[in-house]
């Protein structure tokens, strides 16, 4: 069975001083103090220690057969965005990531599926580089789950939407400075509590801005399973039907009527929780996804959804099909 994991992470094995280079900012730059270990530096402060598999391409083929997957869909980590800093200079930084991982996909190209980076903070550069992704043969990009604490349905980012579907590029969201994140930073509440959050955010923001109504073409995917939104749906169509004149103030379609329209992740780390979410969001757009190499993921990816005792279209549709039409891929690409 066909098994694509969809929600990976890499990083190029060497990173050029972006801080010295521009002269500012907490770019992140990699020291590899160990054998088969880097830090990963966040301008002149430890961020966290990363292994070899976080770069190393070969190395994580033989490491994720080990659990019967063949193909990787590859991003960067989200720390790398970098949409804080210079737009020109966020550009630059794209560019090099995204060099980096079509030529991994280039040099493997039955074990890897690659989305690029954007400088989201300036539409037009951050179209710009999309057009070179698909030129490169990216089928899509990760972007974060809001930029620079501005929500998605911000106007100045619907023509990068618009352009992701008239250039049938797939969007991959990923929480990423999350909200109250200094006010919480104690017992890793920023990825226990934030990031669900965070991702709840993005898909109320698109759905209650009219993205999706506006572009019904756009493939979106949302990470971790939706993240809060799926579990508190009740709760937010609630809140839509008794004050619409705080809610549907940009698009008066009740949000229940957008689940099976975009796709999750299945990374629940709970079968109770997965079976609710395939019965909520639909079979069809639920996809394979480990968060590989880091701990919080899944990373015996999907090994809990072949225990679920799920009909075999199910999980032939998870750990493949789903995640192929979202990218609008072929099998016969294997």
Avoid at 79 to 90: E, L, Q, T
Avoid at 213 to 222: G, T
């Amino acid at each position: 069975m066909l098994k694509i994991d969809m929600h990976t992470h890499i990083i190029p094995e060497h990173l050029p001083r972006f801080a010295e280079k521009f002269g500012y900012g907490d770019f992140i730059h990699l020291v590899h103090h160990k054998p088969g270990f880097a830090n990963m530096i966040k301008g002149d402060k430890f961020f966290r220690e990363i292994e070899s598999n976080c770069w190393d391409a070969k190395e994580r083929i033989k490491e994720y057969a080990t659990h019967q997957t063949q193909v990787q869909v590859v991003c960067t980590i989200p720390v790398m965005f970098s949409y804080w800093a210079n737009p020109k200079d966020c550009l630059e930084l794209s560019r090099f990531l995204n060099d980096d991982i079509a030529a991994t996909v280039a040099d493997h190209p039955k074990n890897y599926l690659a989305l690029g980076t954007i400088p989201m903070q300036d539409p037009h550069l951050a179209i710009q580089e999309l057009e070179r992704c698909k030129s490169i043969g990216l089928p899509g990009i990760q972007i974060g789950s809001n930029i620079n604490d501005k929500n998605l349905n911000a106007p100045e980012f619907f023509p990068i939407f618009e352009a992701c579907q008239a250039l049938n590029m797939a969007v991959f969201v990923h929480p990423w400075n999350m909200m109250g994140f200094h006010s919480m930073e104690k017992y890793w509440l920023p990825w226990l509590v934030g990031m669900p959050a965070e991702t709840s955010r993005a898909i109320c923001s698109m759905v209650f801005g009219g993205i999706f109504e506006r572009l019904p073409k756009l493939r979106v995917c949302f990470a971790h399973a939706g993240g809060a939104f799926l579990p508190t749906i009740g709760r937010i169509e609630h809140g839509f039907n008794c004050r619409p004149d705080l809610v549907a103030v940009d698009n008066d379609v009740n949000p229940r009527e957008y689940l099976g329209k975009f796709w999750i992740d299945c990374i629940t780390h709970d079968a109770r929780m997965l079976q609710y979410i395939l019965e909520t969001a639909g079979t069809d757009k639920v996809c394979l996804g480990s968060d590989y190499p880091f701990p919080l993921g899944d990373l015996e990816i999907g090994a809990f959804i072949e225990e679920m005792d799920l009909p075999k279209a199910t999980v032939e549709a998870i750990f493949a099909k789903n995640t192929l039409k979202w990218l609008d891929l072929e099998t016969a690409v294997f």
